[in-house]
């Protein structure tokens, strides 16, 4: 059973900079594009960034600019570079790949922008 493991999420100031990972347990194939999604207390989940197997990204308009998706298949990892932070920011992080016979998420990972 695959598993997605998110990491790097934590407690950052207004203005800082934080870098989520998302680490797949094993090999994933056919996959069509990986992305990252948050969701805030008592609001839907909706998506940050997406990076298509082709390489194209896209980006919340909220957070185009400031925030940059990467990925490492040799790591089978992915990756959410996160500048600017705002406290809108706040939400928890989830990982999400999609494959051409299903989609695998993450368990999440909360990130706090205070200061």
């Known amino acids: 059973q695959v598993q997605l493991v998110e990491s790097g999420g934590g407690l950052v100031q207004p203005g800082g900079s934080l870098k989520l990972s998302c680490a797949a347990s094993?090999?994933?194939?056919?996959?069509?594009?990986m992305g990252w999604y948050r969701q805030a207390p008592g609001k839907q989940r909706d998506m940050v960034a997406t990076?298509?197997?082709?390489?194209?990204?896209d980006y919340a308009h909220s957070v185009t600019g400031r925030f940059t998706i990467s990925r490492d298949n040799a790591k089978n990892t992915i990756y959410l570079q996160m500048n600017s932070l705002k406290p809108e920011d706040t939400a928890v992080y989830y990982c999400?790949?999609?494959?051409?016979?299903?989609?695998?998420w993450g368990q999440g990972t909360q990130v706090t922008v205070s200061s």
């Open positions: 999400k790949i999609t494959t051409t016979y299903r989609d695998y």
């Open positions: 094993e090999s994933i194939f056919s996959i069509t594009r």
């Open positions: 990076i298509f197997s082709s390489g194209y990204t």
